[in-house]
Nanobody
Framework: QVQLVESGGGSAQAGGSLRLSCAAS????????MGWFRQAPGKEREGVAA???????SYADSVKGRFTISKDNAKNTLYLQMNSLKPEDTAMYYC??????????????????WGQGTQVTVSS
């Protein structure tokens, strides 16, 4: 059973930055697809960004140009660098992974493994 543990959440002012980390119990290079999702109160969980084993990345339109997903296979860690934060980025952020190529990077059911989440709060 793969375990994913997120960290790095917290509070930030609008325009500020945070970097989320997701430590995996398995080698990240064994996970073909890894991604970040978020869920704001009263809203559905949505895809934020994803990265494939070959380094190809995908982003939600709402975060393009502000967020960057990356991973360090030597450290078995996935990252999400979040810049120019906005109050609407406030949500619980979740790390997700799957050993196979997912059909659609932003579909929750495509991923087999999930972390417990880390809260991000952005104030104006």
């Amino acid at each position: 059973q793969v375990q994913l543990v997120e960290s790095g959440g917290g509070s930030a002012q609008a325009g500020g930055s945070l970097r989320l980390s997701c430590a995996a119990s398995e080698y990240t290079y064994s996970m073909y697809s890894m991604g970040w999702f978020r869920q704001a109160p009263g809203k559905e969980r949505e895809g934020v960004a994803a990265i494939d084993s070959d380094g190809s990345t995908s982003y939600a339109d709402s975060v393009k140009g502000r967020f960057t997903i990356s991973k360090d296979n030597a450290k078995n860690t996935l990252y999400l660098q979040m810049n120019s934060l906005k109050p609407e980025d406030t949500a619980m952020y979740y790390c997700a992974a799957d050993p196979f190529e997912v059909g659609a990077w932003d579909i929750i059911d495509e991923y087999s493994y999930w972390g417990q989440g880390t809260q991000v709060t952005v104030s104006s």
